[in-house]
């Protein structure tokens, strides 16, 4: 959910929905403020199968807002063209990823959904890097089937 009048991220709850070029543009300035400051940046690339997201209530952008609601001020939530839902996880190290998304997952009652994650700087030290990573491990966790985070290490 963007600003109806098209002027930027939305709070909503604890975090925030951004869209896709807001996302890849604060990944990059968090993970400079990172090196600086020495603290982790994680995302994960999350996916619904079909059956997950076929009425309004389980739609991406509906799972969205109900994630962003969870997830604290630092955190942020974007909604890709292809229907991926992309988090960025302040300070959330890479060993976190698993019960973070354990406690999201359960909160939108998807049946069936797949992730990826990545963390600055344990597993790349750059976005572009970072996303590979996460886009990687999601189609790894699909192939295998599903309702699994594949993180990088």
């Known amino acids: 959910m963007m600003d109806p009048r098209g002027l930027g991220p939305v709070p909503v709850g604890g975090g925030w929905i951004i869209d896709e070029s807001l996302f890849r543009v604060l990944l990059d300035f968090e993970i400079q403020k990172a090196r600086r400051l020495r603290y982790s940046v994680s995302i994960v690339c999350l996916t619904l199968e079909r059956s997950s997201a076929e009425n309004g209530e389980r739609s991406p952008a509906s799972i969205a807002e109900r994630i962003a609601s969870h997830l604290r001020g630092t955190d ?43 963390s600055y700087p ?23 089937g599903g309702n ?3 993180v990088a290490s």
Do not use: C, K, N
């Not at 839902?85 to 359960?106: K, M, S, Y």
């Open 148 to 150: 699994r985070l594949y």
């Open 76 to 118: 942020a939530i974007a909604l890709s063209s292809e229907g991926l839902l992309f988090f960025l996880l302040i300070d959330a190290e890479t060993a976190h990823l698993l019960a973070i998304l354990e406690r999201l997952t359960t909160r939108f009652e998807a049946p069936m959904w797949s992730a990826g994650g990545a």
């Open 122 to 144: 344990r597993t790349a030290i750059r976005a572009e890097d970072l996303l590979r990573q996460a886009l990687d491990l999601l189609a790894r966790a699909r192939s295998e």
